[in-house]
């Protein structure tokens, strides 16, 4: 199995930063990539960046130029540093990953439990 430990989520004022972290641990071949997700009240869950294991990012239109993705191969860890944070940034955010597990090396999507974001106007 594999896991996924979130930290870094909770309250900040409009304008400011946080920085959310994702370890990944457990019985993984390869970690592909990794990215996060968030979900506010009564919305869908939608992509707010991801990242390859080969350093190749996306993210939604929304955060470009204000949220930066990055990865520690070595630590299975991946970032979302957020500044300039908007009140319509508040939501869970939920880390992703897509590993190869052993032993047929099949691909598979793991999440972490979410971590709350809540941005004051």
């Known amino acids: 199995q594999v896991q996924l430990v979130e930290s870094g989520g909770g309250l900040v004022q409009a304008g400011g930063s946080l920085r959310l972290s994702c370890a990944a641990s457990?019985?993984?071949?390869?970690?592909?990539?990794m990215g996060w997700y968030r979900q506010a009240p009564g919305k869908q869950r939608e992509l707010v960046a991801t990242i390859t294991r080969g350093g190749s990012t996306n993210a939604a239109d929304s955060v470009k130029g204000r949220f930066t993705i990055s990865i520690n191969n070595a630590r299975n860890t991946v970032y979302l540093q957020m500044n300039s944070l908007k009140s319509e940034d508040t939501a869970v955010y939920y880390c992703n990953a897509r590993v190869s597990l052993p032993p047929r090396r099949n691909e598979y999507d793991y999440w972490g439990q979410g971590t709350q974001v809540t941005v004051s106007s």
């Open positions: 457990g019985s993984i071949f390869s970690l592909n990539a």
